[in-house]
C-alpha cells in the first residue's frame, strides 16, 4: 500500500514540472494523496496496536497464526487465496471434527468404513448420508453426543445382567406431585418426598435416616426365589460440597435371627472431594450363622459417573447374588439365605440422596424353552427414552441373549412387535411402538443378522395381555415380543 502511494506521488509530482500552467490543480491533488496517505498509515498503526493488545490478553489464540489478509513482514499482500475445506472426518462416537487420522483424537473412537452412510436405529432406512435420517427425521446415531454414552454401551455390551422375564413392580414416580411422598411406597423411619433432578423424578430422604420399602399387598413376603432389582441413583460432580453419604440396600427375611437381616449392600460415594467411594456387602450365609462379606473400592470409584444418574441392578437366583453398577459386576455371592424383601436405607446428609427408576421382576426361563413351548419370547429386559425409540444402554445384554440364540439356530427367524400400555394418544403409542420394532431390527442387523431373518411390526396398545388399570398390568404390556417366523 506505502509503495502504490509513494508512486502515484512522484508520477503527480513529474506532471507537475512538465505543465507549470496547471500547477495549482497539482498541488491540490498532491495534498489529497498526501491526507489519503496519513490515513491509511494511522488505520494501519491502529489495527497494529489493537492486535498486540489481543496478543497480550489472548496469546494462545494468536500463537503460531497471522491475521486473515495479512502478509509476511516486507512484502506486499497478494491477491487474497480461497482457503481450503476443513480436512478430516467426524467422529460418530464424540462429534469431534476435523480428524485426520483412523482414531478419533477426543474419544479414542475408530474411524468409520465404507462411504460413510448409516442406517437409522428408528426406522431401519439404510444409505443416509447427512446429520438426519431421510425417511423419519431421526438425528444420527453419536452426533453431538458426549463419548461416556459409548463407553456406557460398551459396559453394557459385556454385562451378564438380564432383567426377569414378569416385572411385577415398577416406579418411575413420573405421574406423582412433588413434595408428596410417593403412593406405591411405605416409610418404617424418617421421612420422604418427591423430588426433581433436570425433570427426572425421584424420591428422595429428606431427613439424616429414612428406611423405605415398596408397598406391597403382603408386606411380609413377597419376593421369588429368583427375582432382578434394578434403581437409579444420582451422583453429583467433583468438587460439588454438598455432603456425604450412603445408601444401604437391606435384604430382609423374617426367618434370619440376625435381626431380620439377610444381607445389606452399601455405596458409599463422596463428592465434595477426592474421598473413597466403595461399595461393599455382608449376607447371611444359609447355615443362619455366619457371614461372607465383600468390598469394592477401585472398580467403584472407575465405575462411577458424576454429575449423572448411575445405574444399580442386583440379580438374585435361589441362593446366588450378583450386584452391578452401570453395567460392570461389582461382586458376587455364591451362597446366601433367600431374602423375602428388600428395603432402601439412607444416612448422611448428602443433597440428593434417594432414587429413581425402580424395576423389579420375577427370574429367568431359558430363551429357547420359552420360544419351543410359546413360539415366542416376550422381553421386558428392553427399554427405551421415556417416548422415544432410542434403546438404552442397558437393554444390551437382553438383545446380546437374542444374538446368541439367532446364532446358535441360523434356522430361526423373528417378527419383532413393539407394544405399549394405554397411556396417552392411541395413535402417537402405535407410531412410537413401530419405530421402536424397528429400532431393535436395526440394532441386531448392525451386530451381525441378515435383515431377511427379520421384520418389525408395532401394534401399540392395541393388544394387551393384562388389565391397563393397574400400574403392574400396564408394566406387563409394555413389552417387546419376539415371535418365531
Not at 251 to 271: C, F, Y
Not at 323 to 338: D, E, H, K, T, V
Not at 469 to 480: M, P
Amino acid at each position: 500500500m506505502k509503495t502504490t502511494i509513494r508512486r502515484a506521488l512522484v508520477c503527480i509530482f513529474a506532471l507537475a514540472l512538465i505543465m507549470p500552467a496547471e500547477a495549482q490543480f497539482f498541488e491540490h491533488l498532491i495534498k489529497s494523496a498526501e491526507k489519503s496517505a496519513e490515513k491509511a498509515v494511522e488505520k494501519n498503526v491502529n489495527k497494529a496496536v489493537q492486535k498486540g493488545v489481543d496478543k497480550a490478553f489472548d496469546p494462545k489464540t494468536y500463537q503460531g497464526k497471522k491475521d486473515k489478509g495479512e502478509a509476511p513482514e516486507g512484502e506486499e499482500q497478494s491477491e487474497p487465496q480461497e482457503q481450503p475445506a476443513a480436512a478430516g472426518w467426524t467422529c460418530p462416537a464424540c462429534g469431534t471434527q476435523g480428524n485426520t487420522g483412523k482414531f478419533c483424537t477426543e474419544c479414542g473412537a475408530k474411524k468409520p468404513e465404507g462411504d460413510g452412510s448409516w442406517t437409522c436405529p428408528q426406522c431401519g432406512h439404510q444409505g443416509n448420508t447427512g446429520k438426519f435420517c431421510t425417511e423419519c427425521g431421526a438425528k444420527k446415531p453419536g452426533e453431538g453426543q458426549p463419548a461416556a454414552r459409548k463407553n456406557a454401551e460398551s459396559a453394557y455390551a459385556k454385562s451378564d445382567f438380564v432383567r426377569g422375564d414378569e416385572v411385577f413392580f415398577e416406579d418411575d414416580f413420573a405421574n406423582e406431585q412433588l413434595g408428596e411422598f410417593p403412593s406405591k411406597w411405605d416409610v418404617n423411619g424418617g421421612a420422604a418426598e418427591v423430588a426433581s433432578i433436570n425433570g427426572q423424578k425421584y424420591m428422595l430422604s429428606t431427613e439424616w435416616y429414612s428406611n423405605l420399602e415398596p408397598l406391597m399387598k403382603n408386606q411380609k413376603n413377597w419376593l421369588p426365589d429368583q427375582f432382578t432389582l434394578e434403581f437409579d441413583v444420582y451422583i453429583a460432580s467433583e468438587g460439588e460440597d454438598i455432603g456425604g453419604g450412603n445408601w444401604m440396600l437391606k435384604l430382609v427375611s423374617n426367618k434370619s435371627n440376625w435381626n431380620e437381616t439377610v444381607g445389606d449392600i452399601n455405596l458409599w460415594w463422596r463428592s465434595y472431594d477426592e474421598g473413597t467411594n466403595v461399595a461393599y456387602g455382608s449376607m447371611r450365609k444359609p447355615d443362619n450363622e455366619t457371614t461372607i462379606d465383600g468390598e469394592e473400592t477401585e472398580l467403584v470409584s472407575k465405575t462411577l459417573k458424576k454429575n449423572d444418574w448411575n445405574h444399580c441392578a442386583l440379580s438374585f437366583n435361589k441362593r446366588a447374588l450378583k450386584f452391578y453398577l452401570n453395567g460392570i459386576r461389582i461382586f458376587q455371592i455364591p451362597s446366601m439365605m433367600a431374602p423375602e424383601k428388600i428395603q432402601f436405607q439412607f444416612e448422611g446428609d448428602y443433597k440428593y440422596r434417594g432414587f429413581a427408576n425402580v424395576v423389579i421382576a420375577k427370574g429367568a426361563v431359558p430363551l429357547y424353552n420359552r420360544l419351543a413351548t410359546e413360539g415366542r419370547i416376550i422381553t421386558y429386559g428392553i427399554t427405551f427414552d421415556i417416548g422415544k425409540a432410542t434403546i438404552k444402554e442397558q437393554s444390551l445384554p437382553e438383545i446380546n441373549r437374542i444374538l446368541k440364540l439367532m446364532n446358535e439356530n441360523p434356522d430361526i427367524s423373528f417378527e419383532v412387535q413393539g407394544h405399549t400400555d394405554n397411556t396417552g394418544n392411541a395413535a402417537l403409542n402405535q407410531a412410537l411402538s413401530e419405530q421402536r420394532a424397528a429400532a431393535i431390527v436395526a440394532k441386531l442387523v448392525q451386530m451381525g443378522i441378515s435383515p431377511s431373518r427379520l421384520s418389525a411390526k408395532g401394534f401399540g396398545q392395541s393388544s394387551p395381555i393384562a388389565d391397563n388399570s393397574t400400574d403392574e398390568g400396564r408394566a406387563k404390556n409394555r413389552r417387546v415380543e419376539f415371535v418365531k417366523k
